[in-house]
C-alpha cells in the first residue's frame, strides 16, 4: 500500500500546481483575448496609424515565492525567421497588479519603481505596437506574464529581447498569456 500512497501524494502535488498556475491570470481593457489588437495599441511606423499605446494590463494569482514578474509582447508570425519582440519589461517588484495604458513609453515613467524596459526588435526599449506586413495574414500577439522566483535579473544594458528571454524562462514559477491578432 505504500507506494500507492506515494502515486496519490504525487499526483496531488502535480494537481495543486497545475491549480495554481490556472489562477494566475493576465486581463486588459483595451485588448480581449482572442481580438483584433485596436488601432490605440497599433504602430504608428512603417505604415502602420496607430498611437503606439501600450496597453492597460491587470494581474491576480500569483504564486507562492514570486518575487518579481517580467514581460514580454511578442509576434511569431513576423517575416524574420526568429519572430518580433515588441515589448520586454523585466524586475517589475512582486507587489505590482497592474500597468497603466502608456506605460510602454520610457519618456513617460509609468513604470512601478524599479522595472527595466528591455530593447525589442525596432532597436529600443519601449512598446512597439503590431505594424506587419500589409496584406500579410494576421499575426499572432502574445502578451506575457511571468512570475519570477528573483528581485532582480542581472540583464546588461543594450541586451537583446532573446538574452531577456532566456534569463526570464530560467527564473519562472508560472506564466499567463493574453493572445491577441492584427492585419493590415
Same mark, same amino acid.
Given at each position: 500500500m505504500k507506494p500507492r500512497v506515494t502515486i496519490l501524494i504525487a499526483t496531488f502535488a502535480a494537481l495543486s500546481s497545475a491549480g495554481a498556475q490556472k489562477s494566475f491570470k493576465l486581463? *486588459?481593457?483595451d485588448i480581449q483575448? %482572442? @481580438? /483584433?489588437v485596436p488601432n490605440p495599441q497599433v504602430a504608428a511606423v512603417m505604415g502602420c496609424t496607430g498611437n503606439n499605446i501600450s496597453p492597460a494590463l491587470s494581474w491576480s494569482g500569483a504564486p507562492? %515565492?514570486?518575487k518579481s514578474f517580467a514581460l514580454t509582447m511578442y509576434d511569431p508570425d513576423?517575416? /524574420? %525567421? *526568429?519572430g518580433w519582440w515588441h515589448w520586454v519589461v523585466y524586475n517589475i517588484p512582486a507587489t505590482a497588479t497592474s500597468l497603466p495604458a502608456g506605460a510602454g513609453d520610457p519618456k513617460k515613467n509609468l513604470l512601478p519603481a524599479g522595472s527595466v524596459q528591455g530593447n525589442t526588435d525596432f532597436g529600443v526599449p519601449g512598446y512597439g505596437g503590431p505594424c506587419p506586413p500589409p496584406k500579410d495574414k494576421p499575426h499572432h500577439y502574445h502578451i506575457a506574464l511571468f512570475a519570477l522566483d528573483t528581485d532582480k535579473l542581472d540583464i546588461p544594458p543594450g541586451a537583446t529581447a532573446a538574452y531577456v528571454g532566456f534569463n526570464i524562462h530560467g527564473h /519562472? !514559477?508560472? @506564466? /499567463?498569456? !493574453?493572445?491577441a491578432l492584427y492585419s493590415r
Open positions: 486581463t *486588459s481593457r483575448e %482572442g @481580438k /483584433t507562492a %515565492g514570486t513576423a517575416p /524574420t %525567421g *526568429s /519562472t !514559477l508560472a @506564466k /499567463t498569456q !493574453l493572445n
